[in-house]
């Protein structure tokens, strides 16, 4: 297993951030690889994980920026087992030195990379393929009551979603990430990380 810092949209590294590529062993009849073990990533990221999420998502789809508040903030380890994603993570941390810097990587199928997200960061990703399915591990249980949004296309951010891949299509939102706060309105409201 080896990991990668990712370079944000100004140039730095976010603190804790990093790309996992996974050694993978692979033949004729097919491959095989760990996605996860706790001994080599106590490591990197030494945490316990709660919770194993799944989605499937068709071309298009948009989910996120998702956060959740503290005490429930959730780290995520991510990755995309069938087809390929755009996956963001958003500094939300006001002390940081790369406060609301972001970064972005294909997750696919072929390449098989993770992405770890430490708490503290907003996490969306764009579907690029006809379907795809994203698993990731959190470090805490998911709460309605402190997970918060951040709309995806806010003008502060500026993040750089790959809409040519989608052959004319319009990001496809959900209400609740339709209805996402911009950054801004986040930061009056409180709902950022100090």
Same mark, same amino acid.
């Given at each position: 297993?080896? &990991?990668?810092?990712?370079?944000?949209n100004k140039g730095n590294?976010?603190?804790?951030?990093?790309?996992?590529?996974?050694?993978?062993?692979?033949?004729?009849?097919?491959?095989?690889?760990?996605? $996860? !073990?706790?001994?080599?990533?106590?490591?990197?990221?030494?945490?316990? =994980?709660?919770?194993? !999420?799944?989605?499937?998502?068709?071309?298009?789809?948009?989910?996120?920026?998702?956060?959740?508040?503290?005490?429930?903030?959730?780290?995520?380890?991510?990755r995309c087992t069938s087809?390929?994603?755009?996956?963001? @993570?958003?500094?939300?941390?006001?002390?940081?030195?790369?406060?609301?810097? $972001?970064?972005?990587?294909?997750?696919n199928e072929i390449n098989?990379?993770?992405? $770890?997200?430490?708490?503290? =960061?907003?996490?969306? =990703?764009? &579907?690029?393929?006809?379907? @795809?399915?994203?698993?990731?591990?959190?470090?805490?249980?998911?709460?309605?009551?402190?997970?918060?949004?951040?709309?995806?296309?806010?003008? &502060?951010?500026?993040?750089?979603?790959?809409? *040519?891949?989608? !052959?004319?299509?319009?990001?496809?939102?959900?209400?609740? *990430?339709?209805?996402? !706060?911009?950054?801004?309105? @986040?930061?009056?409201?409180?709902?950022?990380?100090?």
């Amino acid at each position: 297993m080896l &990991t990668k810092k990712i370079m944000s949209n100004k140039g730095n590294y976010l603190d804790g951030v990093c790309l996992i590529v996974p050694k993978v062993f692979e033949d004729e009849r097919g491959f095989f690889y760990e996605s $996860w !073990n706790k001994k080599d990533f106590d490591k990197i990221i030494n945490t316990n =994980f709660l919770q194993d !999420n799944h989605s499937k998502s068709i071309k298009g789809v948009l989910r996120g920026l998702h956060y959740q508040l503290n005490p429930y903030s959730q780290g995520k380890l991510v990755r995309c087992t069938s087809g390929k994603v755009f996956d963001v @993570a958003v500094d939300l941390r006001i002390n940081s030195n790369t406060y609301k810097e $972001w970064v972005g990587v294909e997750l696919n199928e072929i390449n098989k990379f993770l992405i $770890w997200i430490p708490k503290g =960061f907003a996490h969306g =990703f764009l &579907t690029l393929s006809d379907k @795809a399915e994203v698993q990731y591990k959190t470090t805490e249980n998911w709460f309605k009551e402190y997970e918060k949004s951040i709309i995806w296309n806010d003008p &502060t951010l500026q993040i750089k979603w790959p809409l *040519d891949q989608l !052959n004319g299509l319009e990001p496809l939102l959900s209400d609740k *990430d339709l209805n996402a !706060n911009p950054i801004k309105i @986040a930061e009056n409201l409180g709902f950022i990380f100090k």
